[in-house]
């Protein structure tokens, strides 16, 4: 949460700046600050608001250098106004954060600061006791107050007498950087050094970066110099921007097909699944007795789905865990448990704690990540790409089912591994994931026909959404992806469970979306739609093509989905349910790539 740019060089900071917030303000928009050095002199210009409010400010207070440090703030401690906007500054230091100080209090007692800080945050107290240990050497007073700091931090420092200079150290907060052709650069992430250059590194935590219009210099904590571990950007650049829609949202919806194909060819080798350029070994997939997926939210929703897959597949059990519990259910994973952690950012704080814990209890770990070099690629034994590119609406969708089409690929890898699956079996169920972009872009086609059918539920206040097995599983996901863009309050129950209780909330007044694509399933769901259009509610249902429903009745919104084998109707379900999100969220007239009070990175606990 919170994004960060640093620049140093010949060109006009104060614009660099402001354009690069916009490029990280998915990573939160409760309000964004810059500040300049020039000749000794730093200049602070900072507000509650959005980028934008931060621009027009600036061409009020038309602030000048070239050499800055930028924030945008996704609100931890302290309210957002402001006073609590970076960067901060105390005394010669001024800084930028992403992360949490948990001893800030301690430290704000320890040093006398009370009285002294004039915001509530955490971070203005590391100003302080940067100042506090500054006597010239930034190496010594960074080394010195980051061995008092407990908690997370990205941190981008400049000192008034170090002219031209950006200092950055980090501890599980991220930071990226670059030089340019006239300077140097830092980030949060790629997103805002691609605009520079394709070449880039990591920050390793607990090393402090130099950035002067020289270039980058790194060192680690005891002084001596150390190596660079170069990378180069692999997104394709041309596909920046919104590309003619309106929002990322859409665009990327639009975009899954494409990267589907990216995710899934590369890792086809004679028509059999293959990891051998990503090392992950066939003993891995062939040895455990279990497996364990953690993962939040979206993510954790795509583990749902492999969870269905793997265990009618391959017969093993499967947990699907939220990272965010797994620290405090006294999680049971050891070597025979394979653990999977999947997360677009790859920087989910509570992913990447889970992860490591269970990295220590010796269970062999593949990650899903997004991201390149993303801390939880790093963390994991193994890695698998997706290839769904920069997901820039906070709302996830094509980071979704790439990671899906990861699940389908490991399914299969596991069943050849195992020697569970014939060659005419694999066969079969790769060729149907290959299908699987052809058949939503059929699904793509008649994104008119589907924004009618959002047109039934947009002044809903409740919406129910109801399936069983698998399709309770993509529901969930339908479900968040309807209350974090739209606003209106969305349950996903498995059908079976409505008698349960939740049916007394059924009137006429609540639209309930249905989807059916599971043969074995199908009566089930059918009469459990039965149930609850006798107490009034209007369904929207989402069943295949060619499928009968001779119990009769009306039918008055049913969406028909493209026929594919049943383990893989998730897909273009999906989109259906991705796009109904969407067409809520735009006509209501909603920021729908910023929703109220998110960020696209947690990294906070
Ligand atoms: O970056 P991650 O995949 O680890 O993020 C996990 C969740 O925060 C994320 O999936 C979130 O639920 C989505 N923004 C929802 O659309």
């Given at each position: 949460?919170?994004?960060?740019?640093?620049?140093?060089?010949?060109?006009?900071?104060?614009?660099?700046?402001?354009?690069?917030?916009?490029?990280?303000?998915?990573?939160?928009?409760?309000?964004?600050?810059?500040?300049?050095?020039k000749e000794g002199q730093t200049q602070?210009?900072?507000?509650?608001?959005?980028?934008?409010?931060?621009?027009?400010?600036?061409?009020?207070?038309?602030?000048?250098?070239?050499?800055?440090?930028?924030?945008?703030?996704?609100?931890?401690?302290?309210?957002?106004?402001?006073?609590?906007?970076?960067?901060?500054?105390?005394?010669?230091?001024?800084?930028?954060?992403?992360?949490?100080?948990?001893?800030?209090?301690?430290?704000?007692?320890?040093?006398?600061?009370?009285?002294?800080?004039?915001?509530?945050?955490?971070?203005?107290?590391?100003?302080?006791?940067?100042?506090?240990?500054?006597?010239?050497?930034?190496?010594?007073?960074?080394?010195?107050?980051?061995?008092?700091?407990?908690?997370?931090?990205?941190?981008?420092?400049?000192?008034?007498?170090?002219?031209?200079?950006?200092?950055?150290?980090?501890?599980?907060?991220?930071?990226?950087?670059?030089?340019?052709?006239?300077?140097?650069?830092?980030?949060?992430?790629?997103?805002?050094?691609?605009p520079f250059t394709a070449d880039y590194?990591?920050?390793?935590?607990?090393?402090?970066?130099?950035?002067?219009?020289?270039?980058?210099?790194?060192?680690?904590?005891?002084?001596?110099?150390?190596?660079?571990?170069?990378?180069?950007?692999?997104?394709?650049?041309?596909?920046?921007?919104?590309?003619?829609?309106?929002?990322?949202?859409?665009?990327?919806?639009?975009?899954?097909?494409?990267?589907?194909?990216?995710?899934?060819?590369?890792?086809?080798?004679?028509?059999?699944?293959?990891?051998?350029?990503?090392?992950?070994?066939?003993?891995?997939?062939?040895?455990?007795?279990?497996?364990?997926?953690?993962?939040?939210?979206?993510?954790?929703?795509?583990?749902?789905?492999?969870?269905?897959?793997?265990?009618?597949?391959?017969?093993?059990?499967?947990?699907?865990?939220?990272?965010?519990?797994?620290?405090?259910?006294?999680?049971?994973?050891?070597?025979?448990?394979?653990?999977?952690?999947?997360?677009?950012?790859?920087?989910?704080?509570?992913?990447?704690?889970?992860?490591?814990?269970?990295?220590?209890?010796?269970?062999?770990?593949?990650?899903?990540?997004?991201?390149?070099?993303?801390?939880?690629?790093?963390?994991?034994?193994?890695?698998?790409?997706?290839?769904?590119?920069?997901?820039?609406?906070?709302?996830?969708?094509?980071?979704?089912?790439?990671?899906?089409?990861?699940?389908?690929?490991?399914?299969?890898?596991?069943?050849?591994?195992?020697?569970?699956?014939?060659?005419?079996?694999?066969?079969?169920?790769?060729?149907?994931?290959?299908?699987?972009?052809?058949?939503?872009?059929?699904?793509?086609?008649?994104?008119?026909?589907?924004?009618?059918?959002?047109?039934?539920?947009?002044?809903a206040r409740d919406v129910f959404m109801?399936?069983?097995?698998?399709?309770?599983?993509?529901?969930?996901?339908?479900?968040?992806?309807?209350?974090?863009?739209?606003?209106?309050?969305?349950?996903?129950?498995?059908?079976?469970?409505?008698?349960?209780?939740?049916?007394?909330?059924?009137?006429?007044?609540?639209?309930?979306?249905?989807?059916?694509?599971?043969?074995?399933?199908?009566?089930?769901?059918?009469?459990?739609?039965?149930?609850?259009?006798?107490?009034?509610?209007?369904?929207?249902?989402?069943?295949?093509?060619?499928?009968?429903?001779?119990?009769?009745?009306?039918?008055?919104?049913?969406?028909?989905?493209?026929?594919?084998?049943?383990?893989?109707?998730?897909?273009?379900?999906?989109?259906?349910?991705?796009?109904?999100?969407?067409?809520?969220?735009?006509?209501?007239?909603?920021?729908?790539?910023?929703?109220?009070?998110?960020?696209?990175?947690?990294?906070?606990?």
């Amino acid at each position: 949460m919170c994004g960060i740019i640093g620049y140093t060089g010949k060109g006009n900071a104060q614009k660099i700046m402001l354009d690069a917030l916009e490029l990280l303000e998915y990573r939160g928009y409760d309000s964004a600050g810059i500040a300049l050095l020039k000749e000794g002199q730093t200049q602070i210009v900072k507000r509650a608001g959005r980028v934008k409010d931060l621009r027009n400010l600036c061409a009020e207070v038309k602030p000048e250098g070239t050499c800055g440090i930028g924030h945008t703030r996704w609100a931890t401690h302290g309210g957002v106004c402001d006073e609590n906007a970076h960067p901060h500054r105390f005394g010669r230091i001024t800084l930028i954060h992403n992360g949490i100080i948990e001893n800030y209090r301690e430290l704000t007692e320890k040093y006398a600061l009370e009285g002294a800080l004039v915001s509530e945050t955490d971070s203005e107290v590391v100003a302080a006791v940067l100042e506090h240990f500054y006597a010239g050497d930034p190496y010594s007073a960074i080394r010195r107050t980051v061995l008092k700091l407990k908690g997370t931090f990205a941190l981008a420092i400049m000192f008034d007498d170090q002219p031209d200079k950006i200092y950055a150290v980090r501890n599980v907060s991220p930071i990226v950087a670059a030089v340019t052709k006239d300077g140097a650069v830092l980030s949060s992430d790629v997103a805002a050094i691609v605009p520079f250059t394709a070449d880039y590194f990591v920050m390793p935590e607990f090393h402090v970066v130099c950035l002067s219009p020289g270039g980058v210099e790194m060192f680690d904590l005891s002084g001596d110099k150390a190596p660079i571990d170069w990378q180069k950007v692999d997104w394709d650049v041309s596909r920046g921007g919104k590309g003619g829609y309106p929002f990322y949202m859409e665009k990327e919806i639009m975009e899954q097909p494409q990267v589907i194909r990216e995710t899934i060819l590369p890792r086809i080798k004679d028509g059999r699944p293959d990891f051998t350029a990503e090392g992950i070994p066939d003993e891995i997939l062939a040895a455990c007795k279990r497996i364990c997926v953690i993962a939040c939210g979206t993510a954790m929703h795509a583990g749902l789905v492999g969870k269905s897959l793997i265990q009618a597949m391959i017969g093993i059990h499967v947990d699907v865990v939220m990272a965010s519990e797994f620290m405090y259910n006294d999680p049971v994973v050891d070597k025979d448990t394979l653990v999977i952690a999947i997360s677009q950012s790859g920087e989910t704080i509570d992913t990447l704690e889970a992860l490591k814990f269970a990295r220590k209890c010796g269970s062999p770990s593949i990650s899903i990540v997004n991201v390149k070099g993303a801390s939880i690629a790093r963390a994991s034994e193994h890695v698998i790409y997706t290839c769904a590119g920069p997901e820039i609406a906070v709302a996830s969708t094509k980071a979704y089912t790439t990671q899906l089409a990861v699940l389908y690929l490991i399914t299969a890898r596991m069943a050849v591994a195992r020697g569970l699956w014939s060659g005419e079996k694999v066969t079969e169920f790769i060729e149907e994931l290959q299908r699987v972009p052809q058949v939503m872009e059929r699904v793509l086609e008649d994104k008119e026909e589907i924004h009618r059918l959002a047109g039934t539920i947009l002044n809903a206040r409740d919406v129910f959404m109801i399936g069983r097995g698998l399709d309770y599983s993509i529901l969930l996901e339908g479900s968040l992806k309807l209350k974090e863009v739209s606003y209106i309050h969305s349950e996903a129950y498995a059908s079976g469970e409505l008698k349960h209780g939740t049916i007394a909330l059924i009137t006429e007044d609540t639209p309930v979306i249905a989807v059916v694509t599971q043969d074995k399933l199908k009566s089930k769901e059918l009469s459990n739609i039965r149930e609850v259009q006798s107490r009034g509610a209007r369904v929207v249902l989402l069943i295949k093509e060619h499928e009968t429903m001779d119990e009769g009745g009306e039918w008055s919104c049913v969406y028909r989905l493209p026929q594919m084998a049943d383990a893989f109707m998730v897909m273009p379900a999906s989109v259906v349910l991705q796009l109904i999100a969407y067409f809520v969220s735009l006509d209501k007239g909603l920021d729908v790539d910023k929703p109220r009070n998110l960020a696209k990175v947690v990294t906070v606990e």
